[in-house]
Structure formats: structure tokens, C-alpha cells
């Protein structure tokens, strides 16, 4: 029910009682205002879509991203990631309210941020905001006009990366990651200076992943107990997609996991840290002279190879684990000089 009552000031102030005791109030100019204002306020309230902006504009967006993060990303397997937006988004955006958080201050944001990093990198970063704020409107149910990277134009996404190692390129490669002494000057510093890598996991990890497709965060949290190398595969509990999955080991997989010092205290196949792995890859990669070789492009050569011995795509969709075949057209470069050959 609306009442409508005459100010001093000589203005009309509304007020639209809500369920729970709770009420809406405005001041209008003429009277004619306030009687439609208080018409379409029940209207709203009868459709049950009227919304209360009040908590949206006193309540700040670095608090929600700081609960957000604890609350929600922290729990997700992309949570390292995550950490890097919301903490640019607590920067750029922690000291506005969650109202002002509008299409018009995202537009300026994306603009001015595709001046310093790839549209790829935008796009992904506002599509981590957008999921913020759909968790606040729904979660903690703040009302917001809309969703306001809705509203919003993303940028383009990055061109699939279709990088493959080129001839010579494996060989230099492998050779980098091989620990040995370095060229010196006298016989009494032989051997001191070493150069390539001192971990025993790195190499045959990087193998390993050539010649399976295993995504990094797989093959670095594969089991020894998942493991059955009569059987030739390889369980994984868990995947990026959510779903567990068996992975075929070919021979030479198998001769790679055999050859590995085992530990009886230590459960991993490559007890290594991501950290540790990529940066030992991003040494062995200058050392190589091998460009933007990604340690990620690893997933893109195996497929590739396995492609060759499965065109059926449905077989190689079950090795590499996509559930989406155009996400696996992505990973799949066969080169036109190969194609050629078939084609006869």
C-alpha cells in the first residue's frame, strides 16, 4: 500500500510499504509524479520484480571481490589465475561502490587496458568479473540494474596458438634439459660450472607430456597408484573439465614412467612443482634459442602426433580428454605438407 504525504519544503514524498515491513520511498516534484511513482512501485511489487539498489551503493567492490576470493575462487583448480584478476580488479576497482561499477567505467577499463596486454587476456579478465558479479546477484543476492559486462562489447579472442616444434627443434630441446658441465678454462674448474637442468623430473616430464597430451596440471599430479604400466594407462581422478579419465600409455609413454627413480615415500609420478617445471622449461627454452615455445604447445604437438595413428576423432577426443570437438580442432594442426602426402 502507497501513502503520499506533502513535505514542508512543498514536494510529495512516497512511501510503498513491502512485505516484511520493509518500505520504498521517494520525493517528487507535483503530485502527479508521486502518484505514478507509488503506481508502478506496487505494479513492480505485485510482478515481484522490484529491487532494492540500496545495498549495491553503500557497499564497496573490494570487500565483495576480498569474499568473493575466499568464499569462491579460492576452491576452484584455476584458483591461481583467479588471484591475479580479482587482485587487478581490487586495484582498479576496489574503491568504488558496487553501484558505480557500470558499463561505462568497464568500457573506459577495457580500453585502457588493451593498451598494456592482449585482447585475449581482457576478454578472459572481464569474463572473471562477469562471473564475480553473477555470484553477488544471485549468492548474495544484490540487486544490481543488470550485469553490467553484459552491457559491454568483449574484446576479440587471442588466435588459437598452432605453434609446433619445427625440425631440430625437439633435439636442441631435450638437449637443454640434460644437466652437464659447462666449457672451462684450466683443468681445476672442470666440471664446476654445470649448465641445463639438475632435476631428474624435468626432462622425462616434458617427454612424457609430447607423447600423451596430458595437460600440465594432470601429468604433475599423476599417481604412481593410477598408474598400471601391464595395462598401459593411466587414471585421472580429476580433470580440468571435472570428469575423471583413463589415458592410454604407448610404448614409449611406458618406457619413460619405467625409467623414472621411484621414492618409496613419495606418491607422484613427478614429484615437481608447476612453478618449478615452467621455469625450468622457460631456461631450457633460451638455452634452446627456441622463440615463444610454450610448455602448454606440448599439448598441441602430442595431439597433433596422435591425430596421425587416430583420425577417428572421438578415439582421440578420449585420450586428450575434450568433451567439446570443436575445442579439439583448437589442438589439432596437422601440417598441409603431411595432408599433401595422404591425399597422394
Known sequence: MASISKTDEGTYRVRVRRTGGRQSSAT???????????????????????????????????????????????KMKSAAVLHYHLARFITDFGHLRLSGL???ELIRWRDGRLKSVQSGTVRRELQTLSSFITWVRKNLLIALPENPVSAI???AASKARDRRL????????????????????????AGNYRVGTRNPWVKPAVQFAIETAMRLGEFSRLLWQNVD??????????????????????????????????????????PI???ALQQAWRRARTRANLGDLRLHDQRHEATSR??????????????????DLRQLKRYYHPRAEDLAKKLG
Request: charged letters at 35%; aromatic letters at 4%; hydrophobic letters at 35%.
Open 306 to 323: 596422435l591425430a596421425e595413428k587416430l583420425p577417428n576423432l572421438i578415439e582421440l577426443a578420449s585420450v586428450t580428454g575434450h568433451k
Open 229 to 270: 604400466l601391464k595395462q598401459q594407462t593411466a587414471f585421472l581422478p580429476e580433470t580440468k573439465n571435472g570428469e575423471s579419465r583413463a589415458v592410454p600409455l604407448s610404448s614409449r609413454a611406458v618406457a619413460i614412467l619405467k625409467s623414472l627413480p621411484r621414492q618409496e615415500d613419495e606418491p607422484r609420478v613427478f
Open 28 to 74: 517528487f516534484r507535483t503530485k502527479a509524479e508521486a502518484t505514478a511513482w507509488a503506481a508502478q512501485t506496487e505494479n513492480n511489487i505485485h510482478r515481484r520484480v522490484h529491487r532494492d539498489f540500496r545495498v549495491a551503493e553503500r557497499t564497496t567492490v573490494k570487500e565483495l571481490l576480498t569474499r568473493y576470493e575466499g568464499e569462491v575462487a579460492a
Open 102 to 104: 557500470t558499463a561505462e
Open 166 to 189: 619445427e625440425e631440430g627443434e625437439e633435439e636442441r630441446l631435450l638437449e637443454a634439459l640434460v644437466d652437464h658441465a659447462a666449457p672451462t678454462k684450466g683443468d681445476k674448474r
Open 273 to 275: 612443482t608447476k612453478s
Open 153 to 155: 562489447r568483449l574484446p
